[in-house]
């Protein structure tokens, strides 16, 4: 039975985020209610969502390995392989949820509508059913890869053009046969839907058009995956490790010029690489004609800053998405360009009854971050930990956008960077115990039930 005393939370989503929020709530007894637009808990990992919020399609696997993506207290089974398909990734989400008892807490086919902070403190919610539901405490989890972001290009394409975002297969939502196809983009979305379409089964012209070019870090590694060789050194100044792994790129046939692609206009690790063990042999396999950016759209003919031009059927758009709450009102949370000021990820400076879970692009594994950021968010809820004041929190927001993301490119998909090795670490040797501290001096937890 949980204490009186304890704060009635409500948590936005039921992703991998929401989930894990939701059983370190249930771990610590907080009185919890999940809000799920749609039928099923994963997410982006849902494969054909009905809520339109998963990204994955048919081919999908995984590009962290299971042994960097499993949350460290449920790793993935022994059988599964080094990269699971996304039908995997599902299954192991749903086990988590129900060896936990998640579900109990989901109210499903109901999300939330609206979400206004009260006067006094404490949130009042529309949720779809149109009730309006009050809580002490609100978790937003609602993901960060469902609301597509596209390229503008002077001019106009009159093909037909779709983003990655809705991408399933050769097959659907577009026939993609016989076509001349221009991918944009060069993330691992772009890599994986250009390997896929520029099969010669498939009969395609496949062009692939980038703007920044990507270091391009293969998957396997002396037949293991590569990713087991990555772990940063929190105790070392980051600064230094890059450079090491600059200095070492080379011996990974990483830079993209190899393959015909433009040179990165950024040093290894100055912005997200791209994971693909396949995409360099289409490309040295001559299946995909690699292009710089696009200069501008005339028709059916595309032309390229380097002065060439094609035709094409088809542009795919995988470049990225919106960071996006549509249940607040724009005029008073919104992250423009993805920008959004939170204190460890997750603390808005000024609003004790908000914590935001899992919005970070952390390298190289998501799942074990939100994971740390769960344990945070339960000694929060139960008053063991204390964030600074808000100046100090403004701080702190600056001097880690500088450790994380000073050296990367300005770019929307940059603007929320982390390395997860670092930023667990401070978390679980710094800032919960400081935390506590603070909490401790207050006498008090930091949020209560409210009558």
Known sequence: MAAPTLPRTAVIGAGISGLTAGKMLHDYGVPYTCFESSDRVGGNWAFGNPNGHSSAYQSLHIDTSKHQLSFRDFPMPDDYPDFPHHTLIKDYLDAYADTFGL?????????????????????ELT??????????????????????RTAEFPGEFTGQSIHSHHYIDPWNPLDLMDKRILVVGLGNSAADITVELSQRSLRNTVTLSTRSSAWIVPKLMYGKAADMNYRTNPHLPLSWQRKVAQWGQRFTASDPTLYGLPKPNHKFFEAHPTQSGELPLRLKSGDVTPKGDVARLDGETVHFEDGTSADFDVIIYATGYNITFPFFDPGF??????NIRLYKRMFKPGMEDLVFMGFAQATPTLFPFVESQARLLGAYAIGRYAPPD??????????????YTGHMLHR???????????YEHDLRTREIPAGRARAERQGA?????RA
């Open 103 to 123: 579900r109990e807490h989901i109210e499903f086919e109901n999300g939330v509508q609206h979400a206004e902070r009260l006067p006094g403190g404490g949130w």
């Open 127 to 148: 949720d779809h059913a149109g009730d309006v539901r009050r809580f002490d405490l609100l978790v937003v989890a609602n993901g960060h890869h469902w609301d597509p």
């Open 333 to 338: 949370i919104s992250a423009p360009e993805n």
């Open 390 to 403: 808000a100046a100090e929190m403004e701080r702190v927001i600056d001097a880690d956008m500088e450790l």
């Open 412 to 422: 929307p998909r940059h603007t929320h960077q982390l390395d997860y090795f670092v």
């Open 445 to 449: 937890p930091v949020l209560a039930h």
